[in-house]
């Protein structure tokens, strides 16, 4: 009997090895922030007749800014040429017929306090990386572009495109659902650390040579994500709604057996390790119920007995491995 009991609680231990690594840190002695400049509050009120006289003002308080939001995001012409005046009348148009301004004013208000939406990752990121320095945010309105555009010490928010799921423009603009679900202002600290993650700790060069390596970045991704924002549900780290969180966790190990079973560990077809891993409504292979790229919830699991049975490696010695098949080899995985 003793000996079934000892054989019992070793495989409870396996099974929940993944679930045990910590991400609770004591950060009392930190207090970082992120610094955010509300460009939109300034630009987004200029008339077309009026953008000649505004220019030179917001040069003088945003620098070179100016030029990356006109040029870089709305791709404005030069100012000096006959284009500029109609285009920037036609972004002016666009957005007030959409009610963009008005409804991104009503969001995120002057007096908004933008920066306590990224307070606590800035305090874990401290707490990790107690030499970087966060990037900047800026504040703008793009006309529904991309929702966080990066650059040099920066990055650019576009407020219209974190205005709640059920907006109306968005359905009107054809936004998937799925895409729809992360348009959440809950998501821009995710976006914002999610980007700092993948700019600072790109693939290294044989990471997308097949399925697992894909995996394992995606899942390194998600663990630090995760460090940064311990207390945020996993469903909004993750992009997922709550079911199809659920169903991640439920059939880990179904879609981990499925992956052995098919021999596709190291399937290096694009195509494939993009249905198993990447972004959409769900994982094609596990019917429209399934959590989308649930490849990459094995992946975390990977990544996170890794960290469990490797307790000395720390979060920067983590993301700056360049073998990821190393996670893999070390880990122990079990789900």
Known sequence: MKKILVILVALLAMQSCKKTANFDVDISGVDADVKVTRFDVDFDTISPKGIYTALPVLNEKYGDFVNLYMRGILGMPEVETADFATQYSDFVSYCKLNNVFRDVDKAFPKDAEVAALFKDGANHYKYYFPKD???????????????????????????????????????????????????????????????????????????????????????????????????????????????????????????????????????????????????????????????????????????????????????PQLMQMQDLQTIYNRAKYNP
Do not use: H
């Not at 060069?205 to 995760?226: P, T």
């Not at 596990?286 to 989308?292: I, L, R, T, V, Y």
């Not at 790229?293 to 720390?314: K, L």
């Open 133 to 315: 320095t966060l990037p900047e945010v800026f504040t703008v309105v793009s006309g529904f572009q991309e929702s966080v555009f990066p650059s040099d010490g920066i990055l650019v928010f576009s407020l219209e495109k974190y205005l709640g799921a059920n907006y109306p423009a968005y359905g009107q603009l054809g936004i998937e659902n799925y895409k729809r679900r992360r348009m959440e202002k809950a998501m821009m600290p995710v976006d914002y650390f999610r980007t700092i993650a993948m700019m600072k700790y790109p693939k290294p060069d044989a990471s997308a040579d097949n399925l697992m390596n894909e995996m394992i970045y995606q899942g390194r991704i998600q663990y630090f994500l995760k460090s940064m924002m311990p207390s945020a549900p996993d469903s909004l780290l993750w992009g997922y709604s709550d079911i199809q969180y659920q169903w991640a966790e439920t059939y880990e190990e179904n879609v981990w057996n499925y992956l052995i079973d098919k021999k596709i560990l190291f399937e290096i077809n694009p195509l494939l390790i993009r249905n198993f891993t990447g972004e959409g409504p769900f994982t094609n292979a596990f019917g429209n119920q399934s959590a989308p790229g649930v490849a990459s919830f094995c992946g975390f699991g990977i990544v996170c007995s890794f960290m469990t049975n490797n307790p000395t490696v720390t979060l």
